[in-house]
């Protein structure tokens, strides 16, 4: 059964995600059909109900991105890549949004700002885990270049408006080889 | 002499840069000691408002950060990334402005958004052209994972809000490096 607060918060990421943090309380009850009441008795602020938001959202973003089990580290960070290319192809795409939550809000201190905080650090432990089971002698340092390089390619796609082609995976592929990642 | 024009466009550009595209047109020019009046005989609306100010202000990043005159591209392109490590020392630092905007417009149809994309290949531009002058194989590829690094780089910062250490210039360096530009 859907509770009222899971209506909220799936309606709150659907709208933060097509329009940004500024969008208003009314907004985001009218979406999800809760009243303003309802809502102030669930959270106490917008603040607290974008945090919530975002922490549903978030994780599950980085989740369709990372690969089933098996295969080898390479493998499983260019899937990464590959998968991150694809979803630049839906034109409802907006990128990362605990990268755009944290970018709009400009503000470390904010709840949701924590939780992009937190939950982005998944994708560049993944990226670390993998390095360290092939053995890589900076698994950090590797973890941080691929983190720049999915970052860097999800902005280009926003910035210029168009879907990635290969260039992801071509450029993490580099840093793998660079490493000794083979 | 300071015309009213550009008291608004730099007040505009530090308001946007600080609060983001959604700070109301009473702020903006309130900010600027303009009237809404002469405000609105100056520009459409607010959107091209919010156009003309990052028309101003996005280049002005860039430029910040490019080399002065001589050195070799390699030490060209280094001087970027050692430049954009020390700007996110800044705790006012929110990102390239650029980036920013188009995030927080998520409509690649606004006036805001093109100027965004037309100024953000500025750099991917410059990144390009050390790398043919270096005599490069593939001076776009390299330019475009120049830009992945630059931009994941910045994003990395606002996110962490944290400044860069050295990352930005090791992940440049070995991309560099795999290419050939030595």
């Given amino acids: 059964m859907t509770t009222t607060r899971d209506r909220l918060l799936e309606a709150a990421a659907d709208l933060l995600y097509r329009e940004g ?4 309380v009314d907004a985001l009850c009218k979406a999800a ?26 994780p599950r ?9 098996g295969g080898t ?5 260019l899937h990464v890549f590959r998968r991150v290319q694809e979803v630049t192809a839906d034109p ?3 990128g990362c949004p605990l990268v755009a ?8 201190l904010h709840p949701a700002s924590a ?17 360290a089971a092939a ?12 983190t720049f390089v999915f970052d860097g390619a999800t902005t280009w796609s926003v910035v210029r408006a168009e879907p990635l082609a290969d260039q992801a995976v071509t450029t993490a592929a580099t840093l793998l080889d660079a490493a000794g990642l083979r």
């Fill in 135 to 146: 053995g890589v002698p900076d698994p950090d340092l590797l973890a941080t270049q691929l």
């Fill in 33 to 58: 059909g809760v009243s303003k009441r309802s809502m102030y008795l669930l959270f106490e602020d917008k603040d607290a109900l974008i945090a919530a938001s975002l922490d549903r959202s978030g």
């Fill in 92 to 94: 409802e795409h907006r």
């Fill in 61 to 69: 973003y980085t989740a369709a991105l990372l690969p089933p089990g």
């Fill in 101 to 108: 939550t944290a970018v709009e809000l400009k503000d470390p």
């Fill in 73 to 77: 580290p390479r493998e499983r960070v």
């Fill in 21 to 24: 943090v500024n969008v208003g």
């Fill in 115 to 131: 939780v992009a905080r937190r939950h982005k650090a998944t994708m560049t432990e993944f990226f670390r885990a993998e390095a």
